[in-house]
């Protein structure tokens, strides 16, 4: 039986998917194999291959261990030939897989240090075993700071992360695990319904970084109310109340998962039902347009007409969200139809996500934007990949903020010194203006955050009669 480099996990002629140091047994079973480097052969008894049981016969998972596997050994290797050890920036857990990597190649295991009953075993000798690692990665420097009565260097200085989790590793009671905000973390984009979000997971781990920042990826246990207080002082500098309750609540959720998914025991969570002083008296009010200025802004856009404009256009008449317009398909677009109308929905696989449940709807097209929605179709047929404003989405990256800032500016230039949003705002003043009923502007807008009982019976309204009160407040 021979090394394997690749293992073909699927063909069907045109496509081929296969998976590195995969190698299966004529039983069945699947192994991680991989040839061990020639200058680290040192730190595994001149073994020329690892060879690790994957315990499993389903390809699948097999294919997933054996990845997270030679993530593993990628890491403990650039640690072992790294002399700038301390500077690898690998993740907390990255780090600990490659200190149990490590211990492993040293025939330790988390906890050996320990008796069951906590205490410190009497017979267990470091020096014969990290030690001696440390020492030939180190060279006489560990040796003279370990055990030189002169020397002023710390020997902990020396250690690189992973070898300090490694020490710390040999203490941990396997029982009793230590959880860092960075495993909640890890957890809570992992089971979040927007985890592969990319605005969402950039949104949620500079949240997080805030934290680490101020007081350190400390285990869930080690949080105080107090370090909850200062990185809700770090978080207030200069950002308005409404940023700074935003990022406090992303924090707390993490938190309530990691305490809720991975704590063996109950944790208050300190960063939940924070008060922030005088809370939303910093907030400005977003005005909507006037109508005087919804007319120079759709004379504009058809004067202009380009995909600038005919994103600001499509808001005009729908009351839609410039992302929630950003993010369409050309698929979403349903021009022949009886009623022509806009059909906005997720697409999770391709990085388009939408604000809330409520917001998923179809919207009948009128006016300047039944017009933009025309010419956008037009000019994204075989191009970008089937998104309608390719300009600003691409698979797995929805630019909503890019186009609002261009947006923006653009609408300055008019000397209107509002946001796109604003756009939005304005609908629903106008279908109120003409006494439609308050269900039927929720319908239109996706203003339905909660759904009562009696909500969820029915198909809703229909199209007919959403585009009989759009048409009530049309443009001319």
């Known amino acids: 039986m021979g090394y394997i480099v690749a293992f073909l996990l699927f063909s069907d002629g045109c496509l081929r998917v296969s998976v590195r140091y995969l190698l299966r ?25 690892i060879r690790k049981s994957l315990k499993t016969h389903d390809p699948a998972e097999a294919a997933k261990e054996a990845s997270r596997q030679a993530r593993v050994h990628d890491a403990l290797w650039q640690h072992l030939r790294s002399p700038q050890a301390k500077d690898l920036k690998l993740t907390t857990a990255e780090t600990r897989d490659a200190a149990k990597a490590l211990l492993e190649t040293l025939g330790l295991e988390p906890g050996t240090r320990r008796n069951p009953d906590g205490s410190v075993r009497a017979d267990f000798d470091l020096g014969d075993v990290l030690e001696e690692h440390i020492e030939r990665r180190i060279g006489s420097e560990w040796s003279e700071a370990r055990h030189d009565p002169h020397s002023y260097v710390d020997p902990g200085s020396l250690l690189s992360p992973v070898e300090h989790e490694a020490y710390r590793l040999l203490d941990e009671r396997p029982e009793k695990p230590r959880v860092l905000l960075s495993d909640a973390l890890a957890v809570y984009l992992n089971r979040h319904n927007r985890g592969n979000d990319p605005a969402f997971r950039v949104f949620t781990q500079r949240a997080i970084q805030l934290v680490f920042d101020a007081a350190g990826d400390l285990p869930l246990e080690a949080f105080t109310r107090a370090n909850a207080r200062t990185v809700q002082d770090v978080i207030a500098q200069g950002r308005r109340t409404a940023t700074v309750r935003r990022r406090l609540d992303t924090i707390a959720a993490v938190f309530a998962v990691g305490i809720r998914e991975l704590s063996p025991v109950h944790l208050p969570n300190h960063f939940a039902k924070l008060d922030i002083a005088r809370e939303g008296e910093d907030s400005r009010k977003r005005l909507p347009f006037t109508n005087e200025e919804l007319q120079t802004i759709a004379a504009a856009c058809c004067q202009r007409s380009d995909n600038i ?30 009623v022509p109308h806009l059909w906005i929905k997720e697409h999770r696989k391709l990085g388009r996500s939408l604000k809330t449940p409520g917001s998923v709807r179809r919207v009948p097209l009128v006016g300047v934007s039944l017009w933009a929605a025309q010419e956008a179709l037009k000019a994204a047929q075989g191009v970008g990949a089937g998104w309608l404003f390719p300009r600003y989405a691409s698979d797995g990256l929805i630019r909503a903020t890019h186009a609002s800032n261009t947006i923006n500016k653009w609408l ?65």
């Open 25 to 49: 047994k004529p039983d069945g079973s699947f192994y991680y194999q991989r040839r061990v480097p020639s200058d680290l052969r040192g730190h595994y008894g001149n073994l020329t291959f």
């Open 309 to 338: 404009r005919w994103l600001i256009a499509m808001q005009i008449e729908t009351g839609a969200r410039l992302g929630e317009v950003v993010g369409l398909r050309v698929s979403d677009v349903f021009l022949s139809d009886s």
């Open 412 to 476: 300055r230039g008019l000397a209107i010194d509002k946001t796109t949003h604003s756009a939005r705002h304005a609908l629903r003043d106008r279908l109120r203006a003409v006494g439609c009923p308050e269900a039927v502007m929720d319908a239109i807008g996706g203003w339905i955050s909660h759904r009562s009982v009696g909500q969820g019976y029915g198909q809703g309204y229909s199209l007919e009669v959403l585009k009989g009160w759009l048409d009530k407040v049309v443009l001319e």
